[in-house]
């Protein structure tokens, strides 16, 4: 909030107020059967101050959303520098992405069990904004993977192609958490993850 007036800031922390309160009705009703009623209620504001800041319920959905990327592709970018070989990136890479939907489970059941009927009226714009997104968290996992080749640690693939496999298994892991598991860590499948992926990543030695 650095640089901001107090009126910029009182309504930057109302808004997530609402968003916080809406993240708690999400997860408690669905998305569909929420209502903009209910997160006024659990925001303990008026209905029409909700609107004041957004237009409708799919509105704060997708900036909730949003926000959940967004957090996620820098947590991505502040783990990576935390490393300076590519196999220790990718490991806490795969663990920070584990531990933050871990973290914040119930929203995204929510996105997983509903996905059908939601998608179904995503507008294009929302939609080509979230690929977007896809395709720079790609962009950073392949970084990664032209590291390792350079290190000579990772066969000479295409590193877009090996980026998106590696997302395609934790994408997979967190999918079934999320479906099925009851009281299981989904952090704790970070080990078996970077295995499966190294075991047909990393170059034969000799």
């Known amino acids: 909030m650095t640089g901001l007036n107090r009126k910029e800031r009182e309504r930057l922390a109302r808004k997530r107020e609402i ?26 504001l008026a209905k029409g101050t909700i609107y004041l800041y957004f237009k409708n319920k799919r509105d704060i959905f997708y900036t909730l959303v949003d926000e959940k990327v967004d957090s996620l592709m820098e947590l991505a970018k502040a783990e990576i520098k935390r490393e300076a070989q590519s196999i220790e990136q990718l490991k806490r890479l795969v663990k920070s992405q584990l531990e933050f939907f871990q973290n914040n489970r119930d929203f995204f059941r929510i996105t997983i069990s509903e996905q059908t009927r939601f998608e179904l009226g995503i ?14 968290y790609t962009n950073i996992v392949a970084r990664i ?14 590193p877009r192609k090996v980026a998106s496999a590696l997302i395609g298994i934790v994408n997979g892991f967190t999918f079934q958490w999320l479906r099925n ?18 075991e047909g990543a990393r170059r034969p030695e000799g």
């Open 145 to 158: 993977i032209q590291r390792g080749i350079e290190e000579k640690v990772f066969k000479p693939l295409e």
């Open 123 to 136: 507008k294009d714009e929302f939609r080509k904004r979230m690929m977007q997104k896809h395709l720079k």
């Open 19 to 44: 968003l916080a309160a809406a993240e708690r009705v999400f997860a408690q009703k669905g998305f569909h059967s929420a209502t903009v009623d209910e997160i006024a209620n659990q925001a303990e």
């Open 181 to 198: 598991a009851q009281g299981e860590s989904l952090v704790s499948n970070a080990g078996l993850i970077i295995e499966l992926f190294m």
